[in-house]
């Protein structure tokens, strides 16, 4: 059966969905056969409209995901997307105690390889923990913070890259994360998701000039973790 998809904005313009995690954005050459897990599909026969994708989250991701209902209004909104004209924040649980705040400034190869582009990143940590479980030979205890993080550019990965980077690594990240976290998860909670979450969108509406802020709840599995790890979110 074809889950139904969680609106949680929506005018005459625009529309945003809670996006599950393990749904793309759109047809990428990754995955051209599974129409029933794109979002700008989804989207279109839940509301028997054409919608357009304003911006991407990566398909492990959860959280906002706004479209244009018309080309007019996307084609307003769109190119804003990665300037700091849409303030975006995501919320996401890392390996060890970070800082209270800081920025990463690495930029990344464009998609994975390439040229090296201008990146940048900015987090705050919202709580940390450590629980009585070792995840590594190393220490017999485990430690980690739950964040909220704005990328000021939009580059792929960016955030999980940047993590790594910083060597925080986002929980259940399979491609830029830490294996040995990401197998304790499995093993101790029986947790298969990635702790990355787009939590909210601000921006100016390009037709009423109002500010618009919209939210996404956490998934279940989400606060699950949150409550076993003694996370607090503010």
């Known amino acids: 059966m074809i889950q139904k998809l969680e609106i949680i904005f929506e005018d005459e313009h625009l529309i945003a969905i809670n996006k599950p995690a393990g749904v793309l954005v759109h047809r990428t050459s990754l995955a051209k056969e599974e129409e029933e897990l794109l979002a700008v599909q989804m989207l279109r026969n839940q509301i028997q ?26 084609s307003m909104l769109q190119p804003l997307f990665p300037t700091d004209k849409v303030n975006k924040l995501y919320l996401s649980v890392v390996r060890g105690y970070i800082s209270e705040h800081g920025i990463i400034e690495q930029p990344l190869k464009k998609k994975l390889h390439g040229e090296l582009q201008e990146a940048k990143t900015e987090y705050w940590r919202l709580s940390q923990t450590e629980i009585p479980y070792a995840s590594s030979a190393r220490y017999s205890t485990s ?31 399979n491609t830029h994360g830490d294996n ?43 606060e699950a973790i949150l409550k076993i790890l003694r996370l607090n979110l503010p």
């Open 49 to 74: 409209k054409k919608v357009y994708p304003l911006h991407r989250i990566d398909r492990p991701t959860s959280g906002v995901l706004l479209f244009g209902k018309d080309a007019e209004t996307t």
């Open 143 to 173: 430690r980690y913070s739950l964040i909220k993080v704005y990328p000021h550019t939009g580059r792929m990965h960016q955030i999980r890259r940047h993590m790594a980077h910083a060597r925080h690594y986002v929980i259940g990240d």
């Open 180 to 222: 040995k976290q990401n197998n304790f998860f499995r093993r101790q909670f029986d947790f298969h998701h990635m702790l990355l979450h787009a939590w909210e969108l601000n921006f100016t509406h390009p037709h009423s000039g109002k500010n618009v802020t919209i939210k996404a709840p956490l998934p279940p599995y989400f």
